[in-house]
């Protein structure tokens, strides 16, 4: 059996949705779908005020608890903020940072995200960072210039040892929430091999070969196993598929069984 390159993820990324019963039925969903859970960290990314819940109804499962945003102080006046200490005590130890709908819909810059990211790592908790351009970048062959600058700005000063608290999820703006007009897994694989060759050049080859890249945008459970089955695509960022427990299930399934298929070729 060979050893798993790298960590393997699933994430739901609830967004802004839910409500305290469908946050319960959909919590028992997925364990109740998943109670072998191999190989691969599936992670569930609910809003802030169902955290509690979602922990509780979690304990005792494989399946780990992570939040969509946080605010890079430990404490202080930021009215409506959440703090990383405040993530850590509520049991959260994964956060997604510089999701493009803060990025585009709030405004989030490339620094305010790389404080987010340094203050992150630094208090412990596992960071996703989101990168991506939009469909105008997209057109405008702007892609690898756009990765280019996400990652380098939002690792800026991030210390070395850190990074293994660290994983990226390529999501394309424009293939996020579009079952129409999504990206081909071959796409989302060169896009992967693009970040993967920025990422060697900011925090060397090593640290860029053991970071777990995911892919993100209207990943379905019809299309999951092509987009997990390319080489160096290591998880999934899911929102919309993440809300039906049967579809979520489905794609942590496909995970599992690309992992398998990568310990034990045939
Ligand atoms: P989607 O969302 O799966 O609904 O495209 C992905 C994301 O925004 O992380």
Known sequence: MNTPTRQKFVVGNWKMHST???????????????????????????????????????????????????????????????????????GREYVILGHSERRHKLGESDSFINQKVECALAAGLNAILCVGETLEQRKANQTEAILDRQLTQGLANVPPEFLSQLSIAYEPVWAIGNALHHESPQQAHD??????????????????????????GSVKPHNAAAFLGQPGLDGVLIGGASLKADQFVAIAKAAMGAMKAEVQPS
């Open 20 to 90: 305290t019963l469908e946050a319960e039925q959909l919590v028992n969903g997925v364990i109740h779908g998943l109670s072998v859970n191999n190989y691969v960290t599936v992670i569930l990314c609910p809003p802030f005020p169902y955290l509690a819940l979602v922990r509780d109804l979690l304990k005792g499962t494989q399946i780990a608890l992570g939040a969509q945003n946080m605010y890079p102080e430990a404490e202080g006046a930021f009215t409506g903020e959440v703090s990383p200490t405040m993530l850590l005590d509520l």
């Open 191 to 216: 896009a992967l091999s693009l970040t993967r060759k920025k990422l060697s050049r900011i925090c060397g080859e090593i640290r860029a070969q053991q970071m777990t890249l995911q892919y993100g």
